[in-house]
């Protein structure tokens, strides 16, 4: 089965490296000023003429409370009133992109996240969302994917009401940990009352597809609490879960200084914490879809990796891959064709540019033919977990194992392990070797010896 997952302690302290999630490759450590408004003109002409599908991610930064473990681009802040002058230059930006695309590119597939998207008022959302409709083929019979994160503090059933009103019919779930002591050690303090009700008034409006984030790892976690917080999430039932390793990097992320590194789990109960929560997730059914991702059989993620159609990028995994990308807001990234692009991530930055009548794109990095190549193979590994040479070799006019050479003694140290299968005509990522699939990865990445690996998170 897809989903079967051998659990082997030495292999994983041996590959628990420090690297990339590969929602993109190269990835957004690479992008650089180099690239700009008129690289992504060019880009966005391309995809007119070719006719493309769109995904749009909308970013909204704004949160009324500081969780500490948070790494997101946001903004905290009680003045609800601080969202108009950006929400006025985010539909400056949603006009000044919209322009050069042709109305008949559908948008399949449409997320907010943040911050907290519900920090805005009903009226700023419903703002927003007619500006989107005016400007892009939004789809009106629901066939599209949809969706918004939630912050349960921050919804009731009205605010629930509105956004299946407004055409969303995916959530994704913010809870992290139901432990008390942890919550507090985090200043994320969330019932599960207040999660269920949200829940519940999903599944009453009919909404298609619920999400629910979940962090290992976390300050005064043990496996035995987690394991609480697990079992309550099986009995909500969501379609879908993410179970993220909490990557504690308090030079990088000022709010992360808040955390009493002392009260971290250690790596072996960090383990241990994984290890039982996966054991809970299959036992109820789950599929481990990869990196952190798990889902019913039924579920389009799971379907779509049986059917070897399932892809990644930006958005996570996704049904979707197919689409031109569209990052709107601050920090948000595009990935048009070949090009990646960003926009500034300072939030004064990007409003002053986009007041002057400008794109507020500050970086990026236009895909050469190794990139795409590497990506193809990248893509394959971390959805499918196998690779199969002569596709590769067919699309891209060249012979695998001479092009990859250097890299075979990687690669056979990993068959040895117990990682991988490894012959002349593929690669499969053995049942031991999937949850380390970025340490599989990582051996075709030919710009991470150039990083500092202290900017990523590690594997497991």
């Known amino acids: 089965m897809l989903d079967a997952i051998r659990w082997d302690t030495d292999l994983i302290r041996r590959y628990d490296l420090a690297g990339p999630r590969y929602t993109s490759y190269p990835t957004a450590v690479q992008f650089d000023g180099q690239v700009g408004t008129f690289d992504l003109f060019h880009a966005l002409r391309d995809s007119r003429k070719a006719l493309r599908p769109l995904s749009l991610y909308v970013h909204v930064p704004f949160c009324a409370n500081i969780c500490y473990y948070c790494a997101c681009n946001k903004v905290i802040t009680k003045d609800r009133g601080r969202a108009q002058s950006y929400l006025q230059r985010l539909e400056q930006e949603i006009q000044l992109i919209a322009c050069h695309l042709d109305p008949a590119q559908k948008v399949e597939q449409l997320h907010f996240g943040g911050g907290t998207p519900t920090f805005l008022s009903h009226d700023e959302l419903r703002q927003l969302m007619a500006q989107l409709r005016k400007s892009f083929n939004l789809l009106d019979d629901d066939s599209g994917d949809y969706g918004i994160e939630i912050d349960p503090r921050e919804a009731d059933w009205s605010t629930m009401g509105l956004l299946r009103e407004l055409g969303f019919n995916r959530v994704s779930i913010g809870l992290q940990d139901l432990d008390p002591a ?41 496996p035995e609490n987690f394991a609480r917080t697990v079992d309550e999430v099986i009995n909500l039932q969501p379609d879908r879960l993410s179970v993220f390793n909490y990557a504690h990097l308090p030079e990088r992320f000022m709010p992360q200084r808040r955390i009493n590194s002392d009260e971290l789990p250690t790596p072996a109960q960090k383990l241990e914490i994984l290890q039982g ?6 036992q109820a059914g789950y599929r481990y879809i990869g990196m952190d ?7 389009e993620l799971a379907i779509a990796q049986e059917e070897s159609t399932l892809q990644r990028n930006f958005q996570g995994y996704t049904t979707h891959g197919h689409c031109d990308l569209i990052g709107l807001g601050v920090s948000a990234i595009s990935q048009i064709g070949d090009l990646y692009c960003q926009n500034s991530s300072d939030l004064n930055q990007y409003q002053n540019t986009l007041a002057s009548a400008q794109l507020a794109t500050s970086r990026g990095l236009l895909c050469n033919a190794d990139d795409r190549l590497r990506r193809a193979v990248i893509q394959q590994l971390i959805c499918h977990f196998s690779l199969e040479f002569a596709e590769i070799e067919h699309a891209f006019n060249i012979d695998f194992q001479g092009y990859f050479g250097e890299l075979w003694p990687q690669l056979q140290r990993m068959a040895e392990d117990g990682l991988i299968e490894l012959d002349n005509q593929r690669i499969t990522v053995l049942p031991a070797g999937r949850l380390l699939v970025r340490s599989v990865c990582m051996v075709f990445d030919a710009y991470l010896e150039q990083h500092n690996r202290q900017r990523f998170s590690r594997v497991i």
């Open 182 to 222: 942890v919550q507090r050690a985090v200043n994320r303090l969330q019932s599960l009352e207040e999660t269920r009700a949200v829940i519940d008034a999903s599944r009453t409006l009919q909404f298609r597809s619920i999400n629910i984030d979940l962090i290992y790892g976390l300050p005064r976690q043990t």
């Open 277 to 282: 929560t996966i054991e809970q997730l299959t």
């Open 293 to 299: 991702h798990f889902a019913l059989p039924d579920d």
